[in-house]
């Protein structure tokens, strides 16, 4: 019996958002308050994987308004063997102005 065994690949950056990036809507509240309010970044891997690989997002800075309660998610969706999305969501009277995150792919 054989078997080929692929080598793991390890893929990761650093990326940053917010009131400059085109589409960015997390800074200003929702007609209503219970709103939950998104803004999705494609992440387009440098070399693709040989198939879908784990995905894991890290949290590592934000810039919300003071004034109300600090809320908000950090997801990885629609990963491919090429890239993945990053979804960020936030709700009710929090305004974000900048979320800044690393991923990490691991695969073969």
């Known amino acids: 019996m054989s078997s080929t065994a ?5 893929l990761s950056s650093q990326t940053g958002v917010g009131v400059l990036t085109e589409g960015w809507t997390l800074d ?3 007609s209503k308050t219970d709103e939950v309010r998104t803004f999705v970044t494609p992440i387009v891997f440098a070399t693709p ?3 879908i690989p784990v995905v894991q997002l890290g949290l590592t800075g934000f810039d919300l308004d003071q004034r109300d309660s600090a809320r908000i998610t950090l997801k990885a969706e629609n990963i491919t063997a ?8 936030t709700w ?7 979320v800044e995150f690393n991923w990490l792919a691991i695969g073969a």
């Open 49 to 51: 994987f040989d198939s």
């Open 92 to 98: 009710a009277g929090t305004r974000v102005f900048a």
């Open 28 to 30: 200003t509240m929702g």
């Open 6 to 10: 692929l080598p793991w690949k390890v």
């Open 82 to 89: 090429t890239g993945f999305q990053a979804v960020i969501s």
